[in-house]
């Protein structure tokens, strides 16, 4: 290896997108709605024993409201900062 180091440019890319974490988001009626689910399974599914399954899942439905998450500014920045790293591009002809 010699001492001098090449200039590293990134290959000119037509978009620069980072794909979403594949990350599941857990609804909180979840737990609720499994105990009504193998209730019904063990009991039938208009068994009276399942009532309190039943309204509690409905209590649950009615009152939680899932998380609003934030946009992701990670691509807006990626391509706002990318022509700085790539340098000058030639013209496409």
Excluded at 8 to 19: E, G, T
Excluded at 25 to 43: D, E, F, I, R, Y
Excluded at 61 to 87: E, F, V, W
């Amino acid at each position: 290896m010699s001492g001098t180091a090449k200039n590293f440019r990134l290959p000119p890319l037509p978009r620069f997108r980072v794909k979403s974490t594949n990350k599941q988001q857990v609804h909180p009626c979840n737990m609720v709605m499994t105990s009504v689910l193998g209730c019904w399974a063990s009991q039938g599914h208009a068994a009276k024993g399942c009532e309190q399954f039943e309204q509690a899942l409905r209590t649950c439905m009615d009152t939680s409201k899932p998380a609003k998450q934030g946009k992701s500014t990670l691509n807006y920045h990626m391509s706002r900062l990318y022509p700085k790293i790539a340098g000058p591009q030639k013209p496409h002809v």
